[in-house]
Structures are given as structure tokens and as C-alpha cells.
């Protein structure tokens, strides 16, 4: 059992392994024209950026923007959802309106942003939070609505009064599909950021990535595509940990 | 009988905002001009022929891509889901591949391929390959044994097998990866055509909000949003159609 696990791990880490050391003797094989950087090169440059400092403030930038618009998202995205799923005249008024905004791409709000709010962290946290906000408004809107009718029905032999009911029955009762949705939110929120960074708010890693392409300066701009990934990856895992902690059941489900 | 009010109800919230705006807005206004100047604006860029031109490039670029990933991940998600072996042996550098995120490969690829006219195609294939592959390794994985060896047992031909197991229990899978894949495929093509300067609607929005011209930002944006509805409408439907038409087996 153990030694089949071991040749599975190593047959897992032999891929990139070997990937990283044919792509290391084709660049230095064809040593002319190169644009691609080696793996050393890129490393290099990674540790360089490190050492300055440079990479860590842009991934903290990224990293506070991404957690502040998560904030904005839960804090309008939950009891807005609620409120859709609870009002049905409310969602029938909103309903056309959610599904004419929601398809709209985020890159194409950049611009309108930047117009608004000029190149600044308003332009990343707005677009940043009107991308990531809807799988949390239709995931609570969702787990209100899925609920039984029973539970409502329960709530009412109590004498329950709405407020209390939406706190203590329909709140626990649809929590496990609002986290699925706010774990989906973070991880938009992180893309979208670094994105906006991109073309809307000179700073952070999306910057750090734009400028050194800019520069020409390749294993830069790999070092930083490397770091967002990692970023991207150790998000997702944290969230995944937290989630494992909070519902043990949800853990196949997502 | 109940639904005439609900659509009007919900048409209702849309036009009062547009009329609100219409009636209270600024003509002159840098941000937020009436909807009527967005019209008019529009009306401008379609008489040159200029907003039908980048629509035209976004759209094949983003139908030649999606046309591409989706042929190499249904093929490559199908063989990396009917070998395990493979399939475990990629599955890390698959995780980090797939969570780094589509558009940061802009930069990278522009350094390296420069930002010519194939940067877009292959930018946005890229980014719209993971969804569909992904989705398709593993459907292709959780068809049932039980379907192949009774195929088997049947001795249906190759033909019957394809059509009977393989095409009804990856196809769905198919057009959920398009779904993710298409608005992913819009969005990346928009920032190439930001970033790398390609002819589109990224560009003409990034020009528009360079000169100050906010009426035709927004009426650059109300064209996305109308091709983000209608292409969501047509997966929608094709969707359907799918699973109306597909043998039943009972997945």
C-alpha cells in the first residue's frame, strides 16, 4: 500500500521534473535568438524579486485587494441573495435585470471604472467586486429557496417571528451552499484583481506582470506568472482546509 | 395567465432605471451620460462601420478559438480519462497549470509570440481548453463499466459503441465545459485586444475611455453585455437540445 502510494507520488512530481529539464536543454541547446527564458533564469529572477522585497508587496497588494472586495461580496452578496430568495416579487424584479448584468465580462468594465474612478485601487475593488459578487447572490439565493417547506412550517408551529426564523432556520439551514458559493467568490475575486491590476490600477502583481513584459524582461514576467500561480494554488488549498473544518460533510461535494 | 404581469414586472426594474437616468442625467456629464447620447454614440460608430468591424473580429476570434480547445480538450480529455496511468501522472501539473489564471498568460504570451494575428487564436484557446478538458476527463472517467462490457457483450460494432456509450456520456459534459469555456473565451479576447492593441471591442472600449468619451464606453459595454446574453442564450439552448435528443442513459 505504502510503496505503491510512494511510485504514484513519484511517478506525479516526475512530469513537471522532466518538463522543466527538456525545457532547460532545449533553450540552452538552441542558443541563439532566445526569447524564452531558461527555468534557471526564471528562478533567478524569482529569488532576485524576492530578495527586493518587490514581489512579496505586490502579492500582498493583490492578496488585500482580493480579500477586501471578497468582504464588499459577502457583506451584499448574502443578505441580498437572501432577499431574492425570500421576496419572490423582488426576484421577479430583479431577475431580468441579474441576467442582463451578470454575463457582462469584467474586462469590459475596466474602462468604464477607470473613467469613473481614474487608475486607482476604487477601479480594482469596483470591478473586482461586481465580477465575483454573483455566484454569491445566486448561491444564497439558491440554498434559501431549496428549503423545505417543512422547516418554514416547523418555524411557524413556534411561533417564530420572521426575523428569527431568517436567522436561526433558514440561515443554518442554507449555509452549506452559501460557503460553496463564497469559496467560488474568492477565487474569483483573486483572478479578477490581478486582472484589473492589469489594465486598471498600476500596482500589485498583475502590474508586476504587465510592466516587466513591458520591459522585455522575460524571466521576470515568468517569475511573476509563476508567483500568481503559486498564490492561486495556496488560496485555494487554505480555502479548501477552511471549508473541510467548517462542514466535514461538504468536503466530497466541492 | 400569471406570467404576463411577472415578465412586465420584470422588464419594469431595467426601463425605470434607463428612464430615471434618461430624465436626470447630464448630457455633458464625463461619467455618466443619458442613455439617449449612448444610442446616438452608437449610431455614429455604425454608420462608419467601425462597431461592426470589432464586433466581427471579437467574434471570430473568440469562435475560432472555442472551435479549437473544443475539439483538443474533448480528445485529450477522452484520453487522458480512459488511461488512468496518464491520467494520475499529469494530474499535478495539471493543478497548477489550471490555477493560473487565463488572462495572465497575455504578458507571457506576448513576449513570446509576439502580438501578431495568431496571439489572440492562441491566447483564448488556451484559456477556454482547461474547462472542456477538465469537464470531459471526467466524465470519461465515470462511465460505468457496466456499459462498456455490455457493449461487449452485445458485440455491437465500433460505430454503435461510439454513438451509443461514448458520445451520450461525454457530450453533456462537453457543453458544460463550453458554458464556463465561452464567457472565459470573450474575456480573454477582449484583454488581448486591450493589452496587445489587436483590432476588436477591447480596443475601441480602451480608445473610448482614453479620449474621455463616455457615451460610447457605454455603448461599447451595452454591446458586450448583448453579445454576453445572447451567447449564454445560445449555449442555453443548444444545452437542451442536447439533452432532449441523447438516449437516455441514465446518468
Known amino acids: 500500500m505504502t510503496s505503491t502510494s510512494y511510485t504514484r507520488r513519484g511517478r506525479q512530481w516526475l512530469l513537471p521534473v522532466a518538463l522543466l529539464g527538456a525545457w532547460q536543454l532545449a533553450v540552452m541547446a ?103 459578487i454573483w455566484p454569491l447572490i445566486l448561491s444564497s439565493r439558491a440554498g434559501i429557496e431549496g428549503l423545505h417547506a417543512r422547516i418554514f412550517e416547523v418555524a411557524a408551529t413556534l411561533h417564530l417571528g420572521k426575523w428569527h426564523t431568517l436567522r436561526s432556520v433558514a440561515m443554518p439551514a442554507a449555509f452549506s451552499q452559501i460557503l460553496v458559493g463564497a469559496r467560488l467568490s474568492f477565487s474569483l475575486c483573486l483572478v479578477v484583481s490581478v486582472v484589473a491590476e492589469m489594465v486598471g490600477n498600476p500596482a500589485g502583481l498583475g502590474w508586476g506582470l504587465v510592466s516587466a513584459q513591458e520591459a522585455m524582461r522575460a524571466s521576470e514576467t515568468f517569475a511573476y506568472l509563476f508567483a500568481i500561480g503559486v498564490l492561486g494554488v495556496c488560496a485555494n488549498y487554505a480555502l479548501g482546509f477552511v471549508v473541510r473544518r467548517l462542514l466535514p460533510g461538504l468536503a466530497q461535494a466541492s | 395567465m400569471n406570467k404576463m404581469p411577472r415578465i412586465l414586472l420584470s422588464l419594469a426594474t431595467p426601463v425605470a432605471l434607463l428612464c430615471v437616468w434618461e430624465a436626470l442625467g447630464n448630457r455633458a456629464s464625463p461619467i455618466a451620460p443619458p442613455p439617449q447620447t449612448w444610442l446616438a454614440s452608437a449610431a455614429a460608430m455604425l454608420a462608419t462601420g467601425e462597431l461592426q468591424r470589432a464586433v466581427m473580429a471579437t467574434l471570430m476570434t473568440v469562435l475560432l478559438s472555442t472551435f479549437i480547445a473544443g475539439v483538443a480538450g474533448t480528445a485529450m480529455g477522452a484520453i487522458l480519462g480512459a488511461r488512468p496511468g496518464i491520467s494520475d501522472a499529469v494530474a499535478p501539473t495539471f493543478e497548477f497549470l489550471r490555477s493560473v489564471p487565463p488572462p495572465t498568460i497575455v504578458p507571457v504570451a506576448m513576449l513570446l509570440i509576439g502580438s501578431g494575428t495568431v496571439l489572440g487564436a492562441t491566447v483564448v484557446s488556451l484559456a477556454a481548453l482547461w474547462p472542456i478538458l477538465l469537464n470531459v476527463l471526467q466524465a470519461t472517467r465515470s462511465i460505468h463499466p457496466t456499459l462498456i462490457h455490455t457493449g461487449q457483450t452485445l458485440r455491437i460494432s465500433t460505430r454503435s459503441k461510439v454513438m451509443n456509450i461514448y458520445v451520450p456520456s461525454i457530450l453533456p459534459s462537453v457543453i458544460a465545459g463550453l458554458r464556463v469555456a465561452v464567457p472565459l473565451a470573450i474575456i480573454v479576447a477582449l484583454l488581448v485586444e486591450m493589452l496587445a492593441t489587436r483590432p476588436g471591442i477591447g480596443r475601441m472600449l480602451l480608445s473610448a475611455q482614453r479620449d474621455f468619451d463616455a457615451p460610447a464606453v457605454f455603448a461599447l459595454l451595452s454591446t458586450v453585455g448583448f453579445i454576453g446574453v445572447g451567447v449564454n442564450w445560445a449555449l442555453e439552448s443548444l444545452d437542451r437540445y442536447v439533452s432532449k435528443k441523447l438516449p437516455n442513459i441514465g446518468r
Do not use: K, Q, Y
Request: glycine share 8%.
Open chain 1, 30 to 132: 538552441n542558443n541563439g535568438l532566445n526569447v524564452l527564458p531558461t527555468p534557471m533564469e526564471i528562478g533567478r529572477a524569482l529569488v532576485e524579486s524576492f530578495v527586493e522585497g518587490r514581489l512579496l508587496a505586490d502579492a500582498a497588494h493583490t492578496f488585500a485587494a482580493a480579500l477586501a472586495s471578497w468582504g464588499i461580496c459577502l457583506l451584499v452578496g448574502i443578505p441580498l441573495g437572501m432577499a431574492l430568495g425570500t421576496f419572490r416579487t423582488l426576484r421577479t424584479m430583479l431577475s431580468l435585470f441579474i441576467e442582463l448584468l451578470r454575463p457582462l465580462p469584467a474586462v469590459a468594465l475596466i474602462p468604464l471604472a477607470v473613467l469613473v474612478f481614474g487608475f486607482s485601487w476604487r477601479t480594482e475593488i469596483t470591478v473586482t467586486v461586481f465580477a465575483s
